[in-house]
Structures are given as structure tokens and as C-alpha cells.
């Protein structure tokens, strides 16, 4: 399952997706990821939450959405345990591709989410109007 939090700067969005991964704990039978582009919501976390810059590992920040579907796929290959797995930043994270040009990756991520039984959840900073359709349809 895929679903995207989204909205303009400054609207709630990462505060609603930290929310979501902390409620999460209580629900989800596996492991909770959170991935940013960096440490600044480390603290806001529960403990059990595994938090996961990816700013520190080079070529993922900024990369395409290939390369960030990459460093997915890798996660979930070593260590079957992950069940949710919650992205903010998406868009900084795949800065190299358009989101008009992530068609691809959605359709691959929905693949993944299957095959790996792991649940995602994106924070994308666009405003709702202006997602393409293949986003849209995994708005919360």
C-alpha cells in the first residue's frame, strides 16, 4: 500500500506523517522506518521508530527516483521485518526527477509494496490540485 501526504510548505505535512509513523508502533507487526533528508526531526521519533538519514549516504540525496527506489528495494532485501516505511522530504529526495516523471517509480513502489508486504507513506510538498493523476490517487 502507498499513501501520500500532501500540500504546500508550511501546511502540516510533516507533522502529520510524524504522527502517523509514532501512532504506527501501536498497529504495525514489523519494523517502522522514517526517512529524511537530514536529522531534524530525529528527536520528534519514538525510540523504536529506525530513523534513517539518507543525506548521509552519498548518491541518495538529490538522486533520481530510480536510485532512490534502489536504496528502498535494499532495505527491505535485508531485512524482511520492515513493514512501513515513511519518506519526508520525498521530493528533495528525488530531486534529480520531476514528480510529473515518477510515473515509473509509483508503479514500481507499488510492486515492491506488494512483493515485500511493507507499506509507504510520502510526504510530497505539492499542492493537492496540482498532482498528477498517478500520485493523486494515493492521497490521505
Known amino acids: 500500500m502507498i499513501q501520500v501526504i500532501a500540500g504546500n510548505k508550511g501546511s502540516g505535512k510533516t507533522k502529520r506523517l ?3 509513523t509514532n501512532e504506527a508502533l501501536k498497529q504495525e507487526h514489523g519494523l517502522v522506518v522514517f526517512i529524511d ?7 520528534d521519533l519514538r525510540h523504536e521508530v529506525r530513523f534513517v538519514d539518507a543525506g548521509e549516504y552519498e548518491g ?29 522530504a520525498f521530493l528533495k529526495l528525488i530531486k ?5 516523471e515518477t510515473e515509473k517509480f509509483f508503479a514500481a513502489l507499488d510492486t515492491l509494496s506488494q512483493h515485500s508486504k511493507c507499506s509507504f507513506i510520502l510526504n510530497v510538498s505539492c499542492d493537492i490540485e496540482q498532482l498528477p493523476p498517478f500520485v493523486a490517487q494515493y492521497v490521505i
Open 18 to 20: 510524524i504522527d502517523i
Open 37 to 43: 533528508d537530514d536529522k531534524r526531526y530525529m528527536y
Open 96 to 100: 534529480s526527477t520531476p514528480l510529473e
Open 60 to 88: 541518495v540525496r538529490g538522486a533520481t527516483a530510480e536510485v532512490f527506489l534502489g536504496f528502498l528495494s535494499g532495505m527491505l532485501s535485508v531485512n524482511f521485518d520492515i513493514s512501513l516505511i515513511c519518506v519526508d
